[in-house]
């Protein structure tokens, strides 16, 4: 006859509701996404609104003279710096957006499923996944903007 014992007693542990810092560190990188991005595409639109400055085109000066060619040539040249200066910094704004977005996209998901900050992490999901929507559209305004700023200065 085989007895059979009861089991040992299992210590009481209190049910504590998960802590929501997964979902806020999320949402705070999707935030940081689209700020950054931002910010980092308003420089580049400033930038090419300083493409071409009044004081810098020796035609208005010197008309088409040998003297002016050679300024305008050297003034065609940074022109052209600032140009890809403004690129490459629209390109950087970009690629942070992306970096930070995927990282609160990721994040989210993981909240969302573990239950820890699921209103954050559903929050930072939908920024991470349509904050670039309103960056797109900045980005053809703040370039735009910069390039109508060139306008007295073309033709």
Excluded: K
Excluded at 6 to 14: E, K, L, S, V
Excluded at 68 to 94: P, T
Excluded at 134 to 154: E, I, K
Aim: charged residues 10%.
């Amino acid at each position: 006859m085989s007895v059979s014992y009861p089991a040992p007693p299992q210590p009481i542990r209190p049910v504590v509701a998960p802590r929501p810092g997964i979902g806020i560190v999320a949402f705070i990188a999707s935030a940081a996404a689209v700020v950054l991005g931002g910010v980092g595409i308003w420089v580049a639109g400033f930038m090419l609104g300083r493409l071409v400055r009044l004081t810098e085109i020796p035609e208005l000066a010197l008309g088409l003279q040998e003297e002016g060619w050679v300024l305008l040539e050297g003034q065609f040249w940074e022109v052209i710096e600032r140009a890809v200066g403004a690129f490459v910094v629209l390109v950087v704004a970009w690629i942070v957006h992306m970096a930070l977005a995927a990282w609160g996209l990721v994040q989210g998901i993981v909240a969302t499923a573990m239950g820890r900050g699921r209103a954050w992490g559903i929050a930072a999901i939908v920024l991470a996944l349509f904050g670039w929507l309103a960056l797109a559209w900045f980005t053809q305004d703040a370039l735009l903007a910069g390039l109508v700023g060139n306008v007295p200065f073309m033709g």
